[in-house]
């Protein structure tokens, strides 16, 4: 019904999508760290995104800015996100790491 859906919030109403975010690196400081894969389950359903380092990767030039791409292109497609320590950690590592590769970060 239209008219329950309008009584939620704004982020439980139809159509949010939702994501719940992780990002595993090999260090905790992102200007030698090398990030080695993220997920992100989606909620309401069993779909999980992911990417992972390769061994070609390792060997490019551009360590991980393949897959810090490929979660940044995600990221834009949810409209909330997330993390368990995500404000300490995965999004300012994220931040650094597509400002060093000068790739566009997502607005909050």
């Given at each position: 019904d239209r008219?329950?859906?309008?009584?939620?919030?704004?982020?439980?109403?139809?159509?949010?999508?939702?994501?719940?975010?992780?990002?595993?690196?090999?260090?905790?400081?992102?200007d030698w760290?090398?990030?080695l894969t993220w997920c992100i389950k989606e909620k309401g359903n069993d779909n999980i995104l992911f990417d992972v380092i390769t061994r070609k990767d390792l060997f490019s030039g551009n360590t991980d800015r393949r897959?810090?791409?490929?979660?940044?292109?995600?990221?834009?497609?949810?409209?909330?996100?997330?993390?368990?320590?995500g404000t300490g950690f995965d999004i300012p590592f994220l931040r650094a790491k597509a400002l060093h590769y000068g790739l566009n970060f997502p607005h909050y």
């Open positions: 008219r329950e859906d309008k009584r939620k919030p704004w982020y439980q109403q139809n159509g949010t999508r939702i994501g719940y975010l992780d990002i595993e690196t090999d260090g905790l400081k992102p760290a090398t990030m897959i810090i791409k490929s979660v940044l292109d995600q990221l834009n497609k949810f409209d909330i996100i997330v993390t368990y320590y």
